[in-house]
C-alpha cells in the first residue's frame, strides 16, 4: 500500500460549540447523557465500551475486545462483545428480548438502561482500485498518492499504449477483480493530441468493462482532463446506458499541481457504501443514538484529532492510529485549516512522513522501531480513541472527559 495525503475542510462535529456546552449547575449536570455504550468493529475484532458519569466526570468504567470468530454476521459479534461486556460488569447490557443494547427497563433503578449507543465500523479490506492512467510518471504519481490518501488500495494498475488490447485489459480487470476502476490523464489545457489519446484509452476501458460478468464490474471514476469528461461518461454510455460515470476534479490539471482530495473522498465514499452492505450493518447502524450516525473508524479518529487540538488550543499535533489493516497519521491543529491524512503500510514509515512535525499522539502500541519516542506524548496504549471519539457526536464533553481521565497518559 502507497502513502498518501488529504486535506478535510470540515470536522465532523461542531468544534465552535463543542466546549461552550459545560454545565452550570447539578440540573443541568442530570440533564446530560448518563450511560452511553461506545461500539466498534474493525477487520480483526469488535470492541465495546461503558461510560458512565462519575462524581460529575464521565469515566470509562469498563471495555472489552474480543477476536472477530469467522465470518460470523457483524451485528452477531458486536452483540456478543456487549453481552460478556455486561457479565463481566455486573450489569444488563444487551436486551435479549429486543435483540439490541439495553436502552428500555422497567426498572431503570436496579436495572439502569444505556442511555446512548455510538459506533464506528471498518469491518472490510480496502477499497480494490484498477488504476488505468495516461502515463505513469505524471497523472500516474499523481493519482496514486489521492488513491493511497483514502481507504483504497491499487491493485492493478495500466497505461495508455498505441497498441492497447481490450482482451488483455478485460483479463486484467478479471483477475484484479477490482472495486473501482479509476481513469486519470491530461491536463486541463492538454493539446488535441494528448485529448485525443484519452478518448483512446477510454474506448478501450469502456470494451473491457463490458467483457466482464455485470456483477464482476468495477465503479467508474473519472479524474482526468476535465474538459472531456462529458465525452468519456458518453463512451461509456454507448456500451451500456446503464453504467454511471463519476467525475471529479482532474488530479493532475496543470503541471506540478495535484489535487488528491476530490479523488479520496469519493474513494471513502465507496468504501463507506461497500461497508453498507454487510450483512447485519441496518440493524448495527439502527441501535445508534440520533443525531449521531454510524462511521468509519478511521473517520472516527481524525474528528477526534480535530476536536483534541481544538480542546488544547494546540498549534499542531501529529497524531498516529494503529489500525489492524493500516496506520493512519493525522496533522491536525489551530494553525491549520482543516486536516492531512496519510495511510500507510503497518509498521512503516514513508519519506513523506519526515516533512511532518514529530509524533506526539498514538492510539495503540508505541513503533518504537519507526519513531523514537519521545519524553512528552500522548498515548492510548489500548488504541480505544477511535471509539470513544464516536460518543462525541452525541456527547461531546463527555467523549473529552474520557479521553482526558482515562485514555490518553501523559508521559
Same mark, same amino acid.
Given at each position: 500500500?502507497?502513502v ?7 470536522p465532523?462535529?461542531?468544534?465552535t460549540t463543542?466546549?461552550s456546552s ?15 455504550l ?21 469515566r470509562?468504567?469498563? =471495555?472489552?475486545s474480543?477476536?472477530r ?12 462483545t ?7 460488569l ?19 433503578? /436496579?436495572?439502569?438502561p444505556?442511555?446512548l449507543v ?14 488505468a ?6 497523472s500516474?504519481a499523481a493519482?496514486? +498518492?489521492?488513491?493511497?490518501?483514502s ?7 495500466t497505461h495508455y ?9 478485460? +483479463? ?7 472495486d473501482?476502476l ?7 489545457r ?8 484519452m478518448?483512446?484509452?477510454? /474506448?478501450?476501458l469502456?470494451?473491457a ?6 456483477p ?6 473519472? #479524474?482526468?482532463?476535465s474538459?472531456?469528461?462529458e ?10 446506458p ?10 493532475l ?6 489535487r ?7 474513494l ?16 448495527i447502524?439502527r =441501535?445508534?443514538? +440520533? ?5 468509519p ?7 477526534m ?29 489551530? #494553525? /491549520? ?8 503500510e503497518?509498521?512503516s514509515?514513508?519519506a513523506?512522513?519526515d516533512?511532518?512535525?514529530?509524533l506526539s ?14 519524553? /512528552? ?8 480513541a ?16 474520557v479521553l482526558?481521565?482515562?485514555v490518553?497518559v501523559?508521559?
Open positions: 500500500m502507497a498518501g495525503a488529504v486535506d478535510l475542510d470540515k465532523g462535529f461542531l468544534m463543542f466546549f459545560q454545565p452550570d449547575s447539578s440540573a443541568e449536570l442530570a440533564s446530560q447523557p448518563q450511560r452511553i461506545a461500539l466498534s468493529a474493525e477487520i480483526n475484532g469488535s470492541r465495546a465500551c461503558l461510560i458512565e458519569p462519575v462524581d460529575g466526570v464521565h470509562l468504567v469498563g =471495555w472489552l474480543l477476536s470468530a469467522g465470518d460470523g454476521m457483524l451485528s452477531l459479534q458486536i452483540a456478543e456487549v453481552r460478556r461486556l455486561g457479565q463481566r455486573g450489569c444488563a447490557l444487551w436486551d435479549e428480548e429486543l435483540n439490541m443494547p439495553f436502552m428500555r427497563s422497567i426498572n431503570p433503578v /436496579r436495572f439502569p444505556v442511555q455510538s459506533t464506528s465500523l471498518s469491518p472490510r479490506g480496502p477499497v480494490r482500485v484498477f488504476l492512467s495516461l502515463t505513469g510518471e505524471l500516474g493519482v496514486r +498518492t489521492a488513491v493511497a490518501a481507504a483504497a488500495t491499487v491493485v492493478a494498475e499504449d498505441i497498441a492497447l488490447d481490450t482482451g488483455q485489459l478485460a +483479463t486484467m480487470m478479471g483477475n484484479s477483480q477490482p473501482v479509476v481513469i486519470s490523464g491530461g491536463y486541463d492538454s493539446g488535441v493530441v494528448a485529448r485525443d489519446a478518448l483512446t484509452y477510454c /474506448r478501450a469502456a470494451q468493462v463490458m467483457r466482464l460478468s455485470r464482476a464490474r468495477p465503479l467508474i471514476l473519472y #479524474a482526468g482532463c474538459p472531456i469528461a465525452q468519456v461518461t458518453a463512451i461509456f454510455r454507448m456500451q451500456d446503464t453504467i454511471v460515470v463519476d467525475t471529479v476534479e482532474n488530479v490539471p496543470e503541471p506540478g499541481v495535484v488528491r482530495a476530490p479523488l479520496a473522498r469519493l471513502n465514499f465507496q468504501y463507506w457504501r461497500l461497508t453498507q452492505r454487510i450483512i447485519g450493518f441496518k440493524e447502524s =441501535w445508534v443514538t +440520533t443525531p449521531g450516525e454510524a462511521v473508524v478511521e473517520t472516527a479518529f481524525v474528528q484529532m480535530q476536536a483534541w487540538a481544538f480542546h488544547r488550543d494546540l498549534p499542531w499535533v501529529h497524531g498516529l492510529y494503529c489500525g489492524p489493516v493500516w496506520w493512519v497519521h493525522v496533522w491536525t491543529g489551530m #494553525a /491549520r485549516n482543516g486536516a492531512q491524512v496519510l495511510y500507510t503497518p509498521y514509515r514513508p513523506a512522513l516533512r511532518w512535525p514529530p499522539l498514538v492510539s495503540g502500541q508505541w513503533p518504537h522501531e519507526q519513531w523514537q519516542k519521545p519524553p /512528552r506524548v500522548w498515548w492510548d496504549a489500548r488504541a480505544l477511535p471509539t470513544i471519539a464516536t460518543a462525541g457526536h452525541v456527547a461531546p464533553k463527555a467523549m473529552m472527559d482526558e481521565q482515562d490518553f501523559w508521559e
